[in-house]
């Protein structure tokens, strides 16, 4: 049960998830718990052609770190620290078969919270279970939130769109880039005037994915660990870059990052990929 009844105001709902195609199906409020849904076989990575996993850290940020955010104080306002997407062996294998079917997210507390808040949500299609994700929450004051922004913003309806699109990214010329520019887009920032948590992570994992998939057999992301370590600021010159740690034949991992103007890195992406 929450300790405060604020009011929800989650964060991104009305301007953010049209843009994805993510719909809310249910909330819980007494067991901080929610229900989101989003199309991802259609979302591709710009630079690989591959299914862009790192879609689902938005969805992630929404259902779970919603879930966080249910939990919250008066006066009290959530912001991402790390997030993680882990996907199951075989997804991929029948991913044509499902192409309109979207990934159903449910979201829960895991135990309780103080200044930190964890929650967990599992990924369905058609009832079966492809994977899981986390989201970790830090409570901060709602000195520096404007609940009330992005009233006059109409987000485009997604279905209509190219992820790159809807990330308003721009690709580095080469198709073996692994650099994306982030252009400035008001529907992608949150309540505080950043970039969204979720929309970072996609980026900076696709980033990731590209350096993996350079003239070699295809390499799927299966497993993102995010770390958010300063705000992504929506200004000219943002960008998301990768580098390989290891590029086996097997099991590959990179890291991608999120790196503001003045050359701070705003995000860590470690990912494993398998081929």
């Given at each position: 049960m929450r300790r405060d009844r604020v009011p929800l105001a989650i964060p991104t709902a009305e301007?953010?998830?049209?843009?994805?195609?993510?719909?809310?199906?249910d909330i819980d409020e007494d067991a901080a718990a929610m229900t989101m849904s989003m199309p991802l076989w259609t979302k591709r990575n710009p630079l690989t052609g591959l299914t862009a996993v790192g879609s689902l850290a938005i969805l992630v940020d929404a259902v779970s770190g919603g879930s966080n955010h249910i939990r919250r104080n008066a006066n009290e306002w959530s912001m991402s620290t790390e997030l993680s997407v882990d996907l199951l062996p075989g997804v991929f294998d029948?991913?044509?078969?499902?192409?309109?079917?979207?990934?159903?997210?449910?979201?829960?507390?895991?135990?309780?919270?103080?200044?930190?808040?964890?929650?967990?949500?599992?990924?369905?299609?058609n009832d079966v279970v492809i994977g899981s994700g986390s989201a970790?929450?830090?409570?901060?004051?709602?000195?520096?939130?404007?609940?009330?922004?992005?009233?006059?913003?109409?987000?485009?309806?997604?279905?209509?769109?190219?992820?790159?699109?809807?990330?308003?990214?721009?690709?580095g010329e080469g198709a073996a880039s692994p650099t994306l520019a982030q252009k400035v887009d008001p529907i992608l920032n949150n309540a505080m005037g950043v970039v969204n948590g979720g929309v970072v992570a996609?980026?900076?994992?696709?980033?990731?994915?590209?350096?993996?998939?350079?003239?070699?057999?295809?390499?799927?992301?299966m497993a993102l660990r995010v770390n958010f370590l300063r705000p992504f600021l929506s200004?000219?010159?943002?960008?998301?870059?990768?580098v390989a740690v290891r590029n086996g034949r097997a099991v590959a991992v990179a890291e991608g990052s999120a790196v503001n103007?003045?050359?701070?890195?705003?995000?860590?992406?470690l990912i494993t990929a398998y081929r």
């Open positions: 301007h953010l998830l049209p843009r994805f195609g993510i719909e809310m199906i029948t991913a044509d078969d499902v192409l309109d079917t979207p990934v159903v997210a449910r979201s829960w507390p895991v135990g309780r919270r103080n200044r930190i808040a964890l929650s967990a949500c599992e990924f369905t299609v970790r929450n830090l409570y901060t004051t709602t000195a520096s939130v404007d609940v009330g922004g992005h009233a006059d913003e109409v987000a485009t309806p997604s279905l209509q769109r190219d992820f790159a699109a809807m990330m308003a990214l721009d690709v996609a980026g900076a994992e696709m980033a990731a994915s590209a350096v993996l998939n350079v003239n070699t057999d295809a390499a799927q992301t200004q000219e010159g943002g960008h998301y870059q990768g103007a003045d050359g701070s890195v705003a995000a860590t992406a």
